[in-house]
């Protein structure tokens, strides 16, 4: 499997008979650029890549149901690239590629749905957008993510934007000549919380360097102004304390070894030059998440010095005749020693490494929402400032025996830091997959110098991100490729295993493309660098699933409205419960025997309220559906799905009907010919001397069939030269026609020869039915207005296709044909696979509508193509799943893609989605059940029968406790194994691995 420049144009036919365009591809994943179901535009030859917006006033929604309904309705629309519906406001915002859809029918499908839709002019003039991503610091539920998300929504110029809390990241779609990346970043510090920018969504490429030399006012004038005139360099900052220069460009301009050469020139006319070189790598967001992680040890350590003690005053030492002596030595009145010193050691505990959740409150409640820092304050203040209150009067007081629950303020503070400790670790680790991708970059390259008549005189070992643009770089046995390019000298095989999940080694000669990161297994090559950075197939990858994991399931709607009254309602039920406890026991509504010896009704009343105000876990109900997710979308791109969200997870699990296409989806895609007739009397190589030079010209894949089986009759001639074609038409979906050494050549289906007004023989009839009963493609060849041949094409069944349409039969998913090809060569197909239900001839538009036929009859329909005639079909489908090998433009339209082009991974695909979607429902039953039962029991309901009572730092360990096991479920999906009876398949000798 090779890579495609993202460049190219695809142009595509009206079907995959005997259709003419661009020849599927292999192809590597990459982000969306193109219009999700656009169809290309055949006779134009053209693309549109301008988007536009529209904004209507749609009114009649009454719910979220409504707005759905028309965001999906507008979505399945071609040239549809995003569609929001807020039903709030009766708006609905659009944007789209006015190519393929303009603001009339947008506005005609919304009317279609029952609504009345009006355009709103003023605010549809074209903006442009980008995506900035950014680190988000300080987020512990969903409260917390949601507030964010509405403040950056509230800012002009903002269209969308998604936080997601299990990454700690934030998505915003906005119009940057109305808004800067750096208002977004401080709008969310005005909520409350940290953060840093990871990319601005520009196609501009980043590169820190480290300066050592005399850094002064002067010489970093002189830095920033000699970079900024290089052609290319977009911004340069300079931070002297840390001495490290970060520079923004366009990488096909410019590129890192310019700016070295350029920083070292500056210092060369000084007596202390400077140097300049890589700044010291660093795992990017994963330092972030280390130093989280540091922080919330380095707490949590700090507060067991200080909480330990007040333990074993509180707990342990007043068992100890001796200890409990000296503990009970009064110190002032009725105050004694134990007081102050548990007061002393749980003051720094509540105040200092505490601090976090009253900042955190504070942040929260100034928005206007409340979140778990509010719960955990609440708690430890009601503990800690009613112990002051009784340790104070005793000291006033000759009579007054103080309690004391400084015990439970710190110990409480300790188990939520162990909680938040071991769940920010295991948080980090769904997020391996994508590092265990990013690590596959090696750090150092050997770069190739040349002479002018293509000589290497120097090689040098360089940080590979110092790569540029059409470099040249050596790739040594057993070493990773440095970068994507093309091999310019050498042969080799190449393990692209760590990227496409294909086992077997790849054979690579001058010409052939290689992908950065896969492994050199034994010959050396010389590459010719291509793509770099972010444009490379390994960092698109990672950004396809960075994106799917920013985006929320519709599943984690639920979570998110219930965070929303989750706090206020413990703190009223924890309230409820301490008032009830309190006035039962003031009114003797219970035995005094139920109140221990060290307590009175409103202490033990007090420990009943604080221990509901900890118990409830809001987080865990936030992390159900991202973690699973995160972990899900991970383990599938290991396993050569690239999943595009949880709203792709989400719908797979629930397909029940999969519509296939034939060639390149059931088939190899590699049409070879196979047999040749000949109706009249005419040597077998002139004949294809003929056809040859007409569809050389053509670029389909029948057309190349043709060509390549010509080349036997040329001997061992590698790029033969073929006799020149004169008025070379291609006509869309039927052949071609061309004029070769004054013969009129007409090559192409029954319906070409039909139109041109060729008779086809009884005989020509014969042959093509016995073509088409083979599964085969007949194409008939005319010669000066004569019939004189058939040839017999054949595109072999992909191995294992018949397994699997048998496999997903006993998942009851049911399979149809829909295809382009013949009825012939198509029923022949699907008999061989076992699939009863065909469509045929179809042409592109007929697809999509086959696919909303069975939406309506009420399956959950995935679509499997990929060439740019199944695009419309793709984006129509509940789950589109585009074939690796495919086009970009089914790519960039599909929901899922299968990166090894084998037939199998639509089954791991599905697989996969069920077994995370039964984490997910674990998540919530867990995260719902803890809940449910752990406030009832915490606020006391099982004391009356058996005085049992949850004390408020046990009750806070649970609550950190059920976060945790959230995550740690959701980790278990790293262990998932594809279905067995995949791992196990063997069919005619080949077992799939």
Avoid at 289 to 300: G, V
Avoid at 532 to 538: P, W, Y
Wanted: with cysteine; net charge neutral; proline share 4%.
């Amino acid at each position: 499997m090779g890579t495609k420049l993202l460049s190219q144009a695809c142009i595509g036919g009206t079907g995959d008979g005997y259709s003419r365009g661009l020849s599927p591809r292999p192809h590597y994943p990459s982000m969306p650029k193109y219009p999700k179901g656009a169809l290309v535009d055949v006779e134009s030859n053209t693309k549109a890549t301008e988007e536009a917006r529209a904004l209507f006033l749609v009114t009649g929604m009454t719910c979220s149901a409504c707005a759905g309904s028309v965001e999906k309705a507008v979505k399945r629309l071609p040239g549809i690239k995003e569609a929001v519906v807020d039903v709030l406001n009766n708006r609905a915002q659009v944007m789209f590629y006015p190519s393929y859809v303009n603001e009339e029918t947008i506005r005609e499908t919304i009317e279609d749905v029952g609504f009345e839709a009006i355009l709103i002019e003023e605010e549809t003039k074209e903006k442009s957008t980008q995506i900035c991503r950014i680190l988000i610091k300080g987020m512990t539920c969903t409260t917390c993510s949601s507030t964010v998300e509405s403040a950056l929504r509230a800012i002009p110029g903002v269209y969308g934007a998604q936080v997601a809390l299990a990454t700690e990241e934030a998505a915003v779609h906005y119009d940057p000549i109305t808004v800067s990346h750096d208002q977004l970043m401080e709008t969310i510090e005005d909520t409350g919380f940290e953060a840093i920018l990871i990319s601005t969504g520009e196609h501009i490429s980043n590169i820190s360097l480290q300066i050592d030399g005399p850094l002064n006012d002067h010489s970093v004038y002189l830095i920033q102004e000699s970079l900024q005139a290089l052609s290319g360099v977009v911004k340069v900052d300079i931070d002297t304390n840390l001495r490290k220069c970060s520079v923004s460009y366009k990488a096909d301009v410019t590129g890192p070894r310019h700016f070295i050469s350029v920083i070292e020139s500056i210092g060369s006319e000084s007596s202390r030059p400077f140097q300049a070189k890589i700044y010291p790598k660093s795992k990017g967001m994963n330092s972030h998440k280390q130093e989280e992680i540091n922080q919330y040890r380095r707490s949590f350590m700090w507060s067991l010095v200080f909480t330990v003690p007040v333990f074993l005053t509180s707990m342990v030492f007043m068992y100890i005749p001796g200890l409990k002596r000296l503990l009970d030595t009064k110190v002032v009145n009725m105050m004694t020693a134990g007081h102050l010193i548990r007061w002393i050691l749980s003051t720094p505990v509540q105040f200092y490494i505490g601090r976090r959740f009253y900042t955190g409150s504070y942040k929260s409640l100034r928005h206007g929402s409340a979140n778990m820092d509010v719960l955990i304050a609440l708690g430890t203040n009601a503990a800690y400032f009613y112990s002051v209150y009784s340790v104070l009067r005793a000291a006033a007081s000759p009579h007054f025996e103080a309690t004391d629950f400084f015990e439970t303020s710190a110990m409480l503070i300790s188990f939520i830091l162990l909680g938040k400790y071991l769940e920010v670790m295991a948080k980090g680790k769904t997020s391996e997959a994508i590092a265990k991708l990013m690590d596959l970059t090696p750090d150092t390259a050997t770069l190739l110098t040349f002479d002018n008549q293509g000589n290497v005189v120097n090689e040098e070992e360089i940080d590979s991100r110092l790569i540029q643009r059409n470099d040249v770089i050596k790739i040594l046995p057993g070493a990773k490729v440095a970068s994507d390019g093309f091999v310019t000298w050498g042969q080799s095989h190449i393990n692209e295993s760590m990227i496409t999940g294909e086992a077997r080694p790849v054979g690579k000669k001058k010409g052939d493309p290689v992908i950065g990161g896969t492994v050199n297994e034994n010959g050396v090559l010389h590459i010719k660098a291509t793509r770099v950075g972010s444009e490379s197939a390994l960092s698109q990858i990672v950004q396809l699933v960075e994106s799917a994991q920013m985006a929320k399931a519709p599943v984690q709607k639920l979570a998110d409205r219930i965070s929303k009254f989750f706090v206020p309602l413990v703190i009223i039920f924890s309230l409820s419960t301490w008032l009830a406890w309190f006035v039962s026991g003031k009114l003797d509504g219970y035995p005094k025997s139920w109140i221990p010896s060290s307590m009175d009704s409103f202490q033990l009343a007090l420990q009943f309220g604080i221990s509901v105000m900890v118990i409830a876990c809001p987080c865990a109900l936030g992390l159900a559906t991202p973690t699973a997710v995160m972990v899900g979308t991970g383990v599938g791109a290991t396993q050569g799905v690239l999943i595009k969200g949880g709203q792709a997870l989400e719908s797979a699990h629930k397909v029940d009907c999969i519509v296939f296409d034939k060639t390149g989806t059931l088939t190899i895609g590699k049409p070879l010919v196979v047999n040749t007739r000949l109706l009249k009397n005419m040597v077998l190589k002139e004949f294809y001397e003929l056809i040859a030079a007409a569809e050389v010209n053509s670029e389909h894949p029948l057309a190349k069939a043709i060509v390549e089986y010509a080349k036997k009759f040329r001997g061992d001639e590698e790029n033969p030269v073929w006799a020149k074609a004169r008025n070379f038409e291609s006509i869309t979906g039927h052949g071609v026609q061309a004029t070769v050494q004054d013969k009129e050549i007409i090559v192409g289906n029954r319906s070409l020869m039909l139109k041109k007004n060729i008779g086809i023989s009884i005989d020509a009839e014969d042959i093509l039915a016995e073509i088409e009963e083979m599964a085969q493609t007949g194409i008939l060849v005319c010669i000066d207005g004569q019939l004189t041949g058939v040839l017999a094409i054949s595109d072999p069944l992909k191995p294992n296709a018949r397994e699997v349409i048998a496999i997903l039969r006993s998942m009851k998913v049911k399979s149809i044909v829909v295809t382009g090809d013949n009825w012939g060569t198509a029923n022949s197909i699907a008999k061989e696979v076992g699939i009863d239900d065909v469509i045929a001839e179809a042409k592109p538009e007929d697809k999509a509508e086959k696919v909303k036929e069975l939406q309506t009859s009420g399956h959950v329909v995935a679509m499997v193509g990929d060439g740019i005639n199944d695009s419309p079909a793709l984006v129509a489908a509940d789950v589109g799943m585009a074939i690796g090998a495919g086009t970009d433009i089914a790519i960039e339209a599909a929901d899922i893609v299968l990166m090894k082009s084998n037939l199998e991974d639509v089954i791991t695909a599905i697989d996969l989605s069920r077994k995370t979607f039964t984490r997910i429902r674990l998540n919530y039953i867990w995260a719902l059940g803890y809940n449910l039962l752990g406030i009832p029991i915490a606020a006391g309901v099982l004391f009356p029968f058996t005085r049992f009572r949850l004390p408020p730092w046990i009750a806070g360990a649970a609550m950190a406790a059920s976060s945790v096991s959230v995550v740690c479920c959701s980790l278990l999906l790293k262990y998932y194994k594809r279905p067995r009876f995949l791992e196990t398949l063997v069919i005619q000798g080949i077992t799939t691995v």
